[in-house]
């Protein structure tokens, strides 16, 4: 073995084994968490969809605000979505985390009979991102992912050079790429960790780059960076909505319009949406996300401003600029959801490859520290 060679093994050896644990972590959260949004809807069904009716109409916005409000006088909606699917419930959400839904034929308000899905993605996620920490604590769960991506950024590099055949004989390439049922011990590990490493090297790659953009600003920064754009300033807190002596502008003070006139006129700017958002409590000046079909990313949406029932300003992601275009995609290419539930897919099974990787680097690493003993059972 060459001296560069060395150096590259050992680059990868240690790597594997300070952010291992780490990267299994993420890998095994990030399998069960691939399809969280399906999974949860479907937990969660007997809340969300609804008997719909032959002939009957839904009733409006305005009503189902009313329904609502009379349930839980105490809540106040942030956001209001409603899906073009008949037997969907109307989704009146509460800040990120809490959500209602309204059946829209009865008015008739419901949360799920369980939100324990709900709860055990949420723990998922936490570990996910911060090793499941809570609270100030979470800085240093983010800073031990972050630099754990960076190492698995490191392995998949060392690791394509490492799998490199010095000589191009079929036999030891079928080793390299397929596996071998009739190996064991080590060469069953070696055999596994070269064919997982080879075939999810692409996926595994996306994913922990993209990983290392969500984790540092600076690696987000760089996208911006290279397509000669500035990078975004953080915005602060944000400000009175008028002038210097903080009193309510004129369009505070307009006659906010109903939900049905800002639905209607959403609704007819986009007439194969999918689903339409309203930002609550509506103003004069009003907002609404709109999701249509055959969009790439599959994560991408219109937002539109409407007054007086006409849309003033409309917003694609075609509108938005390279850098910032770059960005949304890193982030739900990270997830697979930029590609539809194929991406989540493959971004699962990318993530049991990494479980994959783990062990059978772990195990190799230990014949090689300790030959002649077995691993120990975890």
Known sequence: MNTFRQILFWTHLVAGLVAGLIIFVMSFTGTIIAFEDE?????????????????????????????????????????????????????????????????????????????????????????????????????VGKAITGASNTAFVVLAVTGLYLWWPRKWRLKGLKRSLWFVRSSTGKARDWNWHNVFGFWLLIPITVMAVTGMVISYRWAGNLIYTAVGEEPPVRRGPPGPRSGDDGAPDRSARAVAPSLDSVYAAAATDQPDWTSISLRLPVSARASATVKVPGTWPRTASTSLTIVAGQVTERSEFGDLSTGRQLRTWSRFLHTGQALGWGGQLIAAIGCIGGCFLVYTGFALSWRRFFPGRKPTAV
Not at 61 to 71: E, I, K, M, R, V
Not at 73 to 100: H, L
């Open 39 to 139: 999974i949860v809807a479907w937990a969660e069904r007997d809340a969300r969809r609804v008997e719909f009716p032959a002939g009957s109409e839904h009733l409006t916005l305005d009503q189902l605000s009313t329904a609502f409000t009379a349930a839980h006088p105490d809540k106040k909606p942030s956001a209001i979505t409603v899906s073009a699917d008949p037997a969907a419930a109307v989704t009146f959400a509460i800040g990120r985390g809490e959500a209602y839904y309204v059946n829209p034929y009865t008015g008739e308000v419901r949360q799920p009979a369980s939100t324990g899905m709900h709860d055990f993605m949420h723990t998922m996620v936490a570990w996910h991102r911060w090793l499941g920490r809570e609270g100030d604590s979470r800085a």
